[in-house]
């Protein structure tokens, strides 16, 4: 099954290192996302890479609705690639939807993680009370009634929405990947997303974490960088990075390989 699951989602190592680094990429991206990071860390580090289930790189026919449902679907792909490498020791790395596989990937094999930096991390998406996500209802359902109607034309507006900063090469990066997904996936996978509440759990995580927020970001306040701070378990330090968007690897990769750096030697 092992052997399966690394072809499947396309798994590499890349490096010369003796520690591993797993480099987990968000949704609406694949592994090629980290291209600009990984020269920074393949001297030091072996670098594991590999795509989401949902990535448009994965043939669709292994998406299964009913099992990637919920986040524990990829938390099992995680640990499994991992089990399957014989990787006992990793610092990992999740950008978005893949910082919060990493946190229930640690909560449930804590031995296995050095240290979790969490880039674009939120455990939950909509406001609740006095908790501010970012986005109400009411706006995300007007999200996915877009994304249902003209799938080219969501990606075309969401795109530069979503990178923030100016930097036309990764607008258009993003944009071949998010047009590299079926349809119905993304749209799938981003209810799971927007559904998903992992407020509750934070509490269990007892591996050091360090929070990477650009200074601005349509989708993560920087409220939320406060919030997993306080409510994480282990030792947590948060990095605002002087930029905006939400992609800083597309983005920004020489300044946020610095952050990263820097993090993974404290």
């Not at 609705?65 to 499994?80: G, I």
């Not at 407020?199 to 601005?216: A, Y």
Request: net charge negative; hydrophobic share 45%; glycine share 8%.
């Amino acid at each position: 099954m092992g052997n399966v699951l690394l072809e499947t989602l396309n798994v590499r190592v890349v490096g010369s290192g003796e520690k591993f680094l797993v480099l987990g990429h968000g949704v609406g991206t694949d592994q090629s996302a980290w291209q600009r990071i990984v020269p920074y860390f393949a001297p030091y580090y072996r670098i594991i890479l590999f795509d989401l289930v949902c990535a448009g790189s994965v043939n669709p026919d292994y998406f299964d609705f009913r099992k990637y449902s919920t986040l524990d679907a990829f938390v099992d792909d995680l640990l499994n690639i991992l089990d399957a490498l014989g990787v006992d020791r990793c610092a990992f790395v999740g950008h978005s939807f893949s910082a919060m596989v990493g946190i229930l990937a640690s909560i449930r094999r804590p031995e296995l993680f050095t240290k979790l930096i969490l880039i674009g991390a939120s455990p939950r998406f909509l406001n609740d009370g006095d908790y501010h996500g970012g986005f109400e209802e009411g706006e995300i359902d007007k999200v996915f009634s877009a994304m249902e109607t003209n799938y080219e034309a969501w990606v075309n507006g969401f795109a530069p929405l979503a990178v923030g900063a100016d930097v036309p090469t990764a607008v258009r990066e993003f944009s071949r990947t998010l047009f590299n997904m079926r349809p119905d996936i993304t749209l799938f996978i981003s209810r799971t997303v927007f559904n998903s509440d992992l407020r509750g759990v934070l509490g269990l995580v007892k591996v050091p974490c360090c929070i990477i927020q650009t200074s601005k970001d349509v989708s993560v306040p920087t409220s939320v960088a406060e919030y997993l701070r306080t409510h994480l378990g282990g030792r947590t330090t948060v990095e605002i990075l002087k930029t905006e968007g939400h992609l800083p690897h597309l983005s920004a990769p020489a300044l946020l390989g610095q952050v990263l750096r820097r993090a993974l030697s404290r």
